[in-house]
């Protein structure tokens, strides 16, 4: 399955008690798929795939690709440090159903040979197209455009890549200048600069968000040609797509609680360490939402 427009990396939802919320998941899943998100993407950085057990990755994995069932491609984050660990991680993402296995290099690793042979070993180990995740922050590992052309050109199952090094929309320049628009190329960072990252030629985004509906509108209204529309609506929703990218707190933890204002998940709860969500911050919070007519629990998204 092709995978484009909004593949919404997913939370990972717990009880208060930490432990795995396999039924508010389900909920998610059905919530993102009525929201006309085009893809899933699961066990990202967003998802807590750090926090799992390897019971709970499958767990997790079986529920979505079951309430999903075929209807939209589902991407399984695969990244681990050691590659024999994201060989197995990646076989049972194929296993369970998985569409396409996406994979960070390994943390803090400087030499490129070594990185594109960790990639290769993956690719020779399942038949699913790779998403590179090329997200600096949290893996300090840079992935320039010539060397991702490489891993493009040389590894068959290198389809994809998701983008999160600042400024995405010039490295989205270079990317495609560097495959020949071979290397389809997602964004990310949160959707704070996907106006951009469409006007570049990227052919969606792979990010989370408590408003899903936005970032399709603006996809939408963007792909059939009505690019003033697609910068309105985007324009318009920017201050909550910044609030909740906030350092620190931002994506996971003000995600979870927006999605339990909603009512989609019974819990906002995130598996330890991670940093709580203060009261000042959820009042803001509350009233950004209402300044957006975002607080009524059907939304109408609007330029």
């Given at each position: ?219 939408n209204a963007f792909t059939a040609g009505d690019k003033t529309k697609a910068r ?72």
């Amino acid at each position: 399955m092709e995978i484009k427009g909004i593949s919404t990396i997913m939370i990972t939802p717990f009880q208060e008690n930490g432990d795995l919320d396999l039924g508010s998941l389900s909920s998610m899943v059905r919530f993102q798929m009525r929201a006309g998100v085009h893809g899933l993407t699961i066990l990202g950085i967003m998802g807590e795939a750090h926090k799992l057990t390897e019971l709970e990755r499958s767990q997790v994995i079986e529920t979505v690709v079951k309430e999903v069932d075929g209807r939209i491609p589902v991407t399984v984050g695969c990244t681990a440090n050691g590659t024999d660990v994201a060989v197995y991680y990646s076989k049972m993402a194929e296993a369970l159903g998985a569409n396409a296995v996406m994979v960070a290099p390994p943390a803090n690793l400087k030499n490129y040979e070594l990185i594109f042979q960790h990639y290769a070993a993956i690719g020779r180990s399942v038949s699913l197209p790779i998403v590179i995740q090329d997200e600096p922050v949290t893996t300090n590992v840079l992935l320039p455009a010539a060397f991702q052309a490489r891993l493009e050109r040389e590894i068959e199952n290198i389809k994809y890549c998701k983008l999160e090094e600042a400024p995405s929309p010039m490295k989205i320049t270079n990317l495609l200048k560097e495959t020949y628009g071979q290397l389809t190329v997602f964004g990310g960072l949160g959707g704070v600069y996907f106006y951009e990252e469409l006007l570049r030629g990227a052919c969606g985004i792979m990010t989370g968000f408590a408003f899903p509906e936005v970032l399709v509108a603006v996809y939408n209204a963007f792909t059939a040609g009505d690019k003033t529309k697609a910068r309105d609506i985007f324009y318009k929703y920017l201050p909550l797509i910044r609030f909740e990218a906030q350092l620190g707190i931002g994506g996971v933890t003000i995600r979870k609680e927006i999605f339990k204002e909603r009512g989609i998940i019974k819990s906002s709860h995130v598996r330890s360490p991670g940093v709580p969500v203060d009261l000042t911050t959820l009042g803001e919070m509350k009233d950004l939402l209402e300044c957006l007519d975002l607080s009524e629990d059907t939304v109408q998204i609007k330029a």
